[in-house]
C-alpha cells in the first residue's frame, strides 16, 4: 500500500492534526473551503489554538468575539500588551451627545476587533477616518472594554437613579500616594492585543471619534502580561522577575467567575448584570531598591521561589501554599493576599508592566505594575487591599494612581454600549 | 516640534504651478459670482453661464422606482428635490456613478409623506439614481454640456465664498502693514511702552491669515519664524518675534528700527503676493484646520509669543481667521451638511465662553486680554481640550467643499 494513502485514513490514531500552515496551504487548492471549514474546530477555538495565540507565537490573525454575554477582555485569556485610556466628558455634553458616541464607539469596536478599520482612509479630500498605523498588522486578539466611572453618575446626564450603590470611588487605602493626574475618569476604554501598535490604535482611534465630546484624562500602555487569565497560559512574570497571577481565578472556572467576578442581581441595576467592576491601580515599584535586595528576601518578601514559582512551603508551581507552616513569612505578600487570609475573597487580575520613561529628579526608573482587576463588588478590592497594609512589599512599591470602573455586560449585535444604561 | 517643522512636514496647500491655476479660474469664478443673482438670461454654455441657475431634478420615490425629471440635465449644480408620496417599500435615492462604485449624493429615511434632497455640482456623463426596494432601482440620468473647470465655480456660493476669502486675505494683510508701519514709528522714536502695545495690534492681522503667507515658504518664516527656525542662528532670526525677543526679553530697542523696516519690506511684498493671487474652498478649508493647529500647538504651550506673553489675542485671531472661512462658506454649508455647520458654530462658542474668562479691559498692554503667563496649566489643558474639539469639526468641511 502507497505510504500516501496510509497518510491520508481518517481517524488513525495518534495523528497530529494538521498544522496551521498546512490548512492555508490547503486552502489554495479547488473547493478546499469546504476542507478547511471542515478542520475549523482543530484551530478556530481550541485549546490549544489559545494556547498558542496567548503566547503571541502565530495565530496572530486570531479574533476574539466582540458579541457575547460579557464584554470581552475580561475573561479572554490576557494578551501581551495594553492600552488602557481613562477619558472624561467634556463640559456642556448633552446625554444624547454621550449616547450617540457610545454608539459610534460601539461600531467601531466592533471593526477594528475583528480586523477591520474604523472607516474608509481613500478619500482625498478629507481627513482619513482611520488613523491608519494599523493597517497591515494583523487583529492579534483585539479586545476593547468599556466602563463607566462614578462621575459619569453625577447630575450631567441624568444617570444619578442608574448608578450602581457598589461604584464609588475608593476609600484611602494603604500604601497610596495619589498622583490626580493618573487617577479616575468618566470612561475607561481597555484595549489588549498581543501587538501593542493593535491595542494603541484602538484606544486612539476611540479618543478621535469622541473628539468635543470626550477628552483624555490620562492614558496608560502595558507592555507585557503579568496574570495569566487561563489554564493554557504559562504564568507570567512581573517587574519583580517573579511569577504573577499563580493563584489568579482563570476564566475556566465559571463558578468562580460568577461569584467573585460578574455582577448578578445584588448588582442592584438591571443593565450592570453580567458587567464586572475594574479596579485599576497604577503601582510603581521601586525596582532599584528590589534589585539590590537579597534573593532568599525578595523570596521570603513574595512567599514564592523567585525561579520555579514554588511556594515556600514547597512543592512545585502551583502546588497549593501551606500558609500552616512558618516557611511563608507571616508579612509576604502571598499569604496577605490569598483568599485563604481574606474570608475567601478572589479578584481575578489581568494587569500589565509599564513604564513611563525615567523619573526626572532621581533619575530612577518610573515603571511598575499597572494593576487591573475585575470583581463582582468593589469592595473585593479595597478589602484585599487593606490586608495589605502589612505587606513587607510595601517597602519596594507605592501605589501612585487609582480608578474604579463598572464595566457593562456584553452585548448582542445590534446593541450599542449605553443601550442599558440610557435606557 | 516646532511649529515651523510641523508646517514643513504638511503637505503643500498650494503649489506655486495650483497658484497659476487658481488665479486664471479666479477670472471666471468672480464673474459668476457677479452674476450668480441676476436670472441668467444668456443661452451661451461657457463655464460661468453654466453656473449661472442651477437645473432641479425631481425623483419621485414610488413602488416602480425613482425616475429623474428630467432625465437628461447640464453640466453644473444640479438640486435633486426627492419626494415619496406612498410608496412603503422605498426610501432612499442615491445619486451613484454609472458604474455604482461610488456614491456621490443621497437622501435617506424618506417614509411615505416626507421629502427632501441634496445638491451637487455635475459634470457631464451618466450617472446612476439608485433607489433599492423599487421594482426597478437603478434610473440613468444623463448630464450633458461642456465640463467646466474645477467643480466649486459652478457653485455660485463656492465662487462668492473664494472671491470673499480673497478679499479678506488682502484686506488684513494690508491692515498687517500699516500697523507694522505704526510699530516701526514707535520703534524710531524709542518709546518701548508704545511699541509694545502696537506689537500685538500688528500680530493678530497675521495670525488670521497665515496660512496663506505659509505658501511663500521664506516669507512666512522671514515675517513670523522663531529663533530655532529655521536654523538657530541668532543673525538669520528676522521679523515680529526677533522684534518682540528685543523688546520684552533683551530689553531694548538697538537695532530694532532696521528689524522693524525689514519686516515692513516682507509684508509688502507678501501683499503684493497675496494680491495676485487666488484659491480655492478645499484650501480654504485646510487653511481654517491649520489655522486651530497653531493655536491649539503653538498658542496653547506658549511657544509662539514667548517673550511678550500675548498669546491670547494671537490665539483668538486664529479662531477669527478660522472662523471667517466658515462664514464665507455657511451658504454653501447650510445646504450641504447643515449639521457640520451647526456642530462647528457650537464649538466656536465654547471657545468663545472660554475666551471670556480672559477677557480684559484695557488687558495686558492693551490687547483686551490677560497676560498669558496667568493662564495656569489647568486652564490651557482646559482651551486646549475646546479648541481641539473645534478644529476636529473643521477637519470636515474639506471633504464637503472639494
Sequence with gaps: MPADETDSTPGRPGRPGPSRRQ?????????????????????????????AGADGAG??????????????????????????????????????????????WTQAAA?????????????????????????????????????????????????SGRKPAELAQLPPLPNENLDPASSGGDLCVQACSDDPLVAFHAVRNLARLGMGVVEHNWMELGF???SSTNTAQAT????????????????????????????????????????????????????????????????????????????????????????????????SHIRLASHEHNHGTRILRRGYSFT?????????????????????????????????????????IQHVGSAVFACPPGLRPGQHWGDGLFA | MTSADRR?????????????????????????????????????????????????????LTPQGCAPKPARVTAGEVDFNVANKDADAVSEAELRTNDLAKILGEQENLTPGLSGGFALTLQPGT???????????????????????????????????????????????????????????????????????????????????????????????????????????????LGFHRIEQMMWADNTLTGASQMCAGLVKNEQQLLSLVRSASYNPLEMASGATDLINEAATAKIDGEEERYSNTDLPVFQANVDGAMEVVTLLQPYLQKKDPSLLTLIKRRDAAIAAQMAHYQASPGYDGTGYVEYSTVLDTQRRQLSGTVNAFAEALSKVSLRVS
Excluded at chain 2, 456660493?157 to 514709528?185: D, F, R
Design chain 2, 8 to 60: 514643513r512636514a504638511a503637505p503643500r496647500r498650494m503649489t506655486p504651478r495650483a497658484t497659476a491655476l487658481a488665479a486664471i479660474s479666479a477670472g471666471l469664478a468672480l464673474t459668476a459670482a457677479g452674476c450668480g443673482s441676476s436670472s441668467g438670461s444668456s443661452g451661451s454654455a461657457s463655464p460661468a453661464t453654466a453656473a449661472d441657475k442651477a437645473t432641479t431634478v425631481s425623483i419621485s
Design chain 2, 127 to 237: 450617472y446612476k439614481i439608485n433607489c433599492p426596494g423599487a421594482a426597478q432601482s437603478r434610473w440613468t440620468l444623463t448630464v450633458a454640456g461642456k465640463a467646466s473647470g474645477p467643480a466649486w465655480q459652478s457653485s455660485p456660493q463656492l465662487a462668492a465664498a473664494v472671491s470673499g476669502y480673497s478679499s479678506y486675505v488682502s484686506q488684513n494683510t494690508a491692515s498687517m502693514v500699516t500697523s507694522t508701519q505704526q510699530l516701526c514709528a514707535a520703534i524710531d522714536a524709542k518709546n518701548l511702552s508704545q511699541a509694545e502695545l502696537l506689537y500685538p495690534k500688528a500680530r493678530v492681522f497675521y495670525e488670521r491669515i497665515e496660512p496663506v503667507a505659509e505658501i511663500w515658504g521664506n516669507l512666512d518664516t522671514d515675517i513670523d519664524g522663531r529663533w530655532e527656525n529655521p536654523v538657530t542662528v541668532q543673525s538669520q532670526f
Design chain 1, 59 to 104: 495565530d496572530s490573525d486570531q479574533t476574539v468575539p466582540f458579541y457575547g454575554p460579557h464584554q470581552a477582555g475580561i475573561g479572554t485569556a490576557a494578551q501581551d500588551r495594553l492600552a488602557f485610556g481613562s477619558l472624561n466628558v467634556t463640559g456642556g455634553t448633552s446625554p444624547a451627545e454621550l449616547r450617540d458616541l457610545l454608539r459610534e
Design chain 1, 356 to 396: 513611563d520613561g525615567i523619573d526626572p529628579q532621581s533619575g530612577t526608573l518610573l515603571g511598575g505594575l499597572f494593576f487591573i482587576a475585575f470583581m463582582k463588588s468593589p469592595r473585593q478590592f479595597i478589602q484585599l487591599q487593606q490586608a495589605l497594609a502589612a505587606d513587607a512589599l510595601n517597602e519596594y
Design chain 1, 224 to 226: 507585557g502580561k503579568t
Design chain 1, 236 to 331: 507570567p512574570r512581573n517587574l519583580l522577575g517573579f511569577k504573577d497571577g499563580t493563584r489568579n481565578i482563570k476564566s475556566e472556572q465559571t463558578q468562580l467567575m460568577d461569584s467573585y467576578v460578574w455582577a448578578g442581581a445584588e448588582a442592584g441595576q438591571p443593565w450592570m448584570r453580567g458587567g464586572s467592576y475594574l479596579v485599576a491601580r497604577k503601582i510603581r515599584m521601586f525596582i532599584e531598591n528590589w534589585d539590590r535586595d537579597y534573593l532568599a528576601d525578595q523570596q521570603n518578601v513574595i512567599g514564592r521561589s523567585k525561579v520555579s514559582g514554588a511556594p515556600l512551603s514547597g512543592g512545585t508551581e502551583f502546588t497549593a501554599p501551606d500558609f500552616a507552616t512558618a516557611a511563608i513569612p507571616a508579612d
Design chain 1, 23 to 51: 490548512l492555508l496551504t490547503g486552502a489554495g487548492a479547488a473547493g478546499a473551503g469546504v476542507v478547511a471549514g471542515g478542520l475549523a474546530g482543530y484551530f478556530g477555538r481550541g485549546a490549544a489554538d489559545q494556547a
Design chain 1, 111 to 159: 471593526r477594528m476587533t475583528r480586523g477591520a478599520l474604523v472607516g474608509e482612509v481613500t478619500e482625498p479630500h478629507a481627513p482619513p477616518l482611520d488613523t491608519g498605523e494599523a493597517v497591515g498588522s494583523p487583529v492579534s486578539r483585539l479586545t476593547i472594554t468599556l466602563g463607566y466611572g462614578p462621575a459619569l453618575f453625577d447630575q450631567r446626564f441624568g444617570l
